[in-house]
């Protein structure tokens, strides 16, 4: 079934750590997002990828790196983990970056920072 | 910057009769997109139906509508005869700007009663 993958599906990691969450997608779409979801805050988005080769910044990039070295992985690592970091992540794709383009979601990567 | 509000934290509704899920929006782009998304207790996250600023008709998908009231900066999510498996939490995202990322509202959790 074509889609998105995400893994670990959950994680508890020590603070300081470090750690990649894994994102593919078969579809071919040429862009991906990584979104952080928390509690009464919705979904913030971390980082993104318009194309392969190259990424940028969203509203909450501190603390995360992204890479984008082929159209089908998207990788979210976290240099040195801290507790505020705890959340749900989601990885996410689209076939073009224009207006009304509907994202694909993973199932999410919930990560506990201890 | 977009803003997405979603003043409801949480919604009751008996099963088979219609609810109302209120979001506004803040923008300064002239064009620009609006879309709901439902996340049931699974976490995954399901695109319900998209509106486009300049459209001129309010967009339907099934049992779910958008009233969009262009003027208000509003776009609502009706969802009509409710069903048990509608118990969810939904979202409310715009896209637009420069680089047509999408910005979430913070969510509204929707429980059907039977």
């Known amino acids: 079934i074509a889609g998105i993958t995400q893994a670990p599906t959950s994680q508890i990691l020590a603070a300081g750590r470090r750690m990649t969450l894994r994102c593919t997608q078969d579809?071919?779409?040429?862009?991906m997002y990584w979104y952080r979801q928390d509690l009464g805050l919705g979904l913030r988005l971390i980082h993104y990828?318009?194309?392969?080769?190259?990424?940028g910044k969203g509203e909450v990039p501190d603390g995360y790196s992204v890479s984008r070295a082929n159209t089908d992985d998207f990788p979210l690592t976290l240099a040195s983990a801290v507790p505020s970091q705890t959340s749900v992540y989601f990885c996410?794709?689209?076939?073009?970056?224009?207006?009304?383009?509907?994202?694909?979601f993973g199932s999410g990567t919930q990560l506990s920072v201890l | 910057a977009q803003k997405i509000t979603q003043t409801q934290p949480g919604m009751f509704v008996q099963e088979k009769e219609a609810v109302t899920l209120d979001c506004t929006y803040d923008?300064?782009?002239?064009?620009?997109?609006l879309f709901w998304y439902k996340q049931p207790s699974s976490g995954e996250m399901i695109f319900l139906i998209y509106?486009?600023?300049?459209?001129?008709q309010n967009a339907t998908e099934g049992r779910y509508s958008l009233n969009f009231q262009k003027a208000r900066k509003s776009a609502n999510l009706v969802i009509s005869a409710s069903q048990l498996g509608d118990s969810a939490m939904y979202f409310c995202?715009?896209?637009?700007?420069?680089?047509?990322?999408?910005?979430f509202g913070k969510g509204t959790l929707l429980t059907v009663n039977p």
């Open positions: 579809m071919r779409h040429n862009a």
């Open positions: 509106q486009g600023s300049y459209d001129q």
């Open positions: 923008t300064s782009d002239p064009s620009y997109g």
């Open positions: 995202a715009m896209d637009g700007g420069s680089n047509y990322k999408l910005t």
């Open positions: 990828s318009n194309t392969a080769g190259t990424t």
């Open positions: 996410a794709s689209s076939d073009s970056t224009g207006e009304g383009e509907k994202l694909f």
